[in-house]
């Protein structure tokens, strides 16, 4: 049975920075980066233990950045709202 692989998680830096920007987050543990964040101050990761040390550092994860889930791709297309206009 295959193992389904989850949806990669998109990090912020930008409200510990207090700006968007490149970063690094160090590892001291394994003395080494856990991960870089881009010019945007994102990173995106599937890695479980990664995903696990950023949000025990209070990193965001803000929900604009993240892919849509199962769930959110089976909905259907809200139709339009307000009353229906009608030609006569």
Request: hydrophobic content about 30%.
């Amino acid at each position: 049975m295959a193992v389904k692989k989850k949806a990669p998680i998109t990090f912020t830096c930008i409200p510990i920075l207090g700006k968007a920007g490149g970063g690094v987050q160090w590892d001291a543990a394994a003395n080494k980066a856990l991960c870089r964040f881009d010019r945007n101050g994102h990173f995106t990761t599937d890695d479980p233990k990664v995903i696990a040390k950023l949000r025990k550092l209070k990193y965001k994860e803000p929900p604009e950045l993240q892919p849509p889930t199962e769930q959110e791709e089976d909905q259907p297309e809200p139709g339009p709202t307000g009353p229906e206009e009608t030609s006569e």
